[in-house]
């Protein structure tokens, strides 16, 4: 949530510190899971990027052309910049690294714009923060560019929902870019832009807002719906819970509901409150509709994705999840601590530092999912070398379901059949001689980092330390 520019300008070596920790986390994650070759999702970029444009018939449309219920623009537009520089040889993990860097930025930023609204326990809801977003708890995610999505999804989303309760006109044209990086980065990146219609709303009812400025914030976001609705509303598949299912999701969402009750209460002090500090008011609503901007995604995810029961496959929608989480908690320590709120702000501070300390003491669990997932997509990676390579032609055939990657056996057997496919593939997974040299760039880089991987992370820890250490500081200094 971001600051007037003195108190921004304070926050800017906590929040660069914070995202040395994260991104040393989230790179090393993506470099130990990630293969070069395509998986799952990422073989609809072969077929749509890849191998037509070694056949010189790429069409740029194919970059907001639906893939399921999602638009997944930037993650296409990465994959095809990649392949541009690595004349059309496939690797992911150079988009993986990237994806993982800008993921830890955005999750710097917010906590430490974050930390620096909350008066009452900051230092706990850090050590959560960090801790959701260093430990691969997204090993998904973090494994596979295309399930990636979310980096951008959640920086647009926050962006415009920042820009909806805290904007003016003179912001229109950033609220037309943070709408549109929401709107075309998934299927649900509609819903902040409808959000930040209802808040500019609201505060145009307030009077906090002339109407024209509502106008100006308001007409960005609908255009970036309409346009991601028009790509998407006909053209989408969605896998749609079972009728059997009815039960189990009731109770799932009364849980859900049931845990944002900071949300609501929050919702009541803005709506009855009084206060005569607008900034404070507007910070309020802003993370008011973070959290239920969080809210509806998981809410989204329940009833709409039939597989998704809060445990399976729970990783790749938990960046979104965390941040859901963390508005969640923000609203719980920004409570005043009056009417119905009394009891929650009494113990908002012990039960946010009980979390962090189970966030951390549940690291085993997704560290042995991330090792589990590695080993399935190495084995998956060494299945494409054994049929390119190796010409073993039954090798797709033998394999265990669990392990292929791609879960079409005859598409993976006439796709591996295609010389362009091969070659796209590479000089390791497919029969190029040499590797193009970005890709040959890029695999010293990883050696270097896996060489010198303690030493890096030492360096790292202690620039991030000194960085948090002068933030703390200075924070003491001006008494915020």
């Known amino acids: 949530m971001p600051q007037s520019e003195p108190r921004a300008l304070r926050l800017v070596?906590?929040?660069?510190?914070?995202?040395?920790?994260?991104a040393a986390a989230r790179v090393a994650a993506t470099l130990y899971a990630m293969p070069e070759a395509p998986y799952y999702d990422q073989w609809a970029g072969m077929d749509g990027i890849a191998v037509p444009?070694?056949?010189q018939v790429f069409d740029?449309?194919?970059?907001?052309?639906?893939?399921?219920?999602?638009?997944?623009?930037w993650t296409k537009?990465?994959?095809?910049?990649?392949?541009v520089a690595a004349d059309n040889q496939y690797d992911s993990r150079p988009v993986g690294v990237l994806l993982a860097v800008l993921s830890a930025?955005?999750?710097?930023?917010?906590?430490?714009?974050?930390?620096?609204?909350?008066?009452?326990?900051?230092n706990a809801?850090?050590?959560?923060?960090?801790?959701?977003?260093?430990?691969?708890?997204s090993w998904e995610s973090l494994s596979a560019t295309w399930n990636n999505a979310f980096t951008f999804l959640i920086a647009g989303s926050v962006a415009t929902l920042w820009l909806a309760a805290c904007g003016s006109r003179r912001q229109a044209v950033w609220t037309t870019v943070a709408a549109m990086l929401s709107a075309l980065a998934m299927g649900t990146g509609c819903l902040a832009p409808l959000l930040g219609i209802g808040i500019v709303g609201y505060r145009a009812v307030r009077r906090d807002l002339p109407t024209a400025d509502a106008f100006a914030l308001a007409v960005p976001q609908a255009a970036a719906v309409m346009v991601a609705l028009l790509l998407l509303v006909g053209k989408t598949r969605s896998d749609y819970a079972r009728l059997f299912d009815v039960a189990l999701i009731a109770v799932q969402v009364t849980l859900l509901t049931a845990a944002f009750a900071p949300t609501a209460s929050m919702l009541v002090q803005i709506v009855g409150g009084k206060s005569d500090d607008r900034a404070q008011r507007r910070v309020d609503l802003f993370v008011v509709a973070l959290a239920t901007w969080g809210y509806l995604h998981v809410l989204?995810?329940?009833?709409?994705?039939?597989?998704?029961?809060?445990?399976?496959?729970?990783?790749?929608?938990?960046?979104v999840i965390a941040v859901a989480i963390m508005a969640n908690l923000a609203c719980l320590l920004r409570l005043d601590g009056t009417g119905p709120s009394r009891l929650l702000s009494r113990f908002a501070v012990p039960a946010v530092a009980l979390f962090a300390v189970a966030i951390v003491l549940a690291a085993p669990l997704p560290l042995h999912y991330l090792q589990w997932r590695a080993e399935r997509m190495a084995r998956g990676e060494a299945l494409l070398v054994a049929t390119v390579r190796e010409n073993d032609t039954t090798a797709i055939a033998r394999a265990d379901a669990s392990i292929l990657p791609f879960p079409d056996r005859v598409y993976l057997e006439r796709h591996l059949a295609d010389e362009n496919v091969r070659s796209i593939l590479g000089d390791r997974t497919g029969n190029r001689v040499q590797p193009a040299s970005f890709v040959r760039g890029s695999r010293t880089i990883e050696r270097m980092l896996a060489d010198h991987s303690l030493v890096l992370s030492l360096v790292t820890l202690v620039i991030a330390s000194m960085l948090l250490v002068f933030a703390c500081r200075?924070?003491?200094e001006v008494g915020t």
């Open 60 to 73: 740029p449309g194919y970059l907001l052309q639906p893939h399921n219920e999602h638009l997944l623009t």
């Open 77 to 83: 537009l990465l994959d095809w910049l990649q392949l």
């Open 53 to 55: 444009r070694a056949m």
């Open 300 to 319: 989204s995810m329940i009833v709409l994705r039939s597989e998704f029961r809060l445990w399976l496959p729970i990783s790749r929608y938990m960046d």
């Open 125 to 137: 809801w850090l050590c959560a923060g960090v801790a959701l977003a260093a430990i691969p708890y």
């Open 13 to 22: 070596p906590l929040a660069i510190g914070l995202a040395l920790l994260i």
């Open 474 to 476: 200075r924070r003491e």
């Open 105 to 122: 930025i955005v999750a710097g930023v917010l906590l430490a714009s974050g930390a620096g609204q909350l008066n009452k326990g900051r």
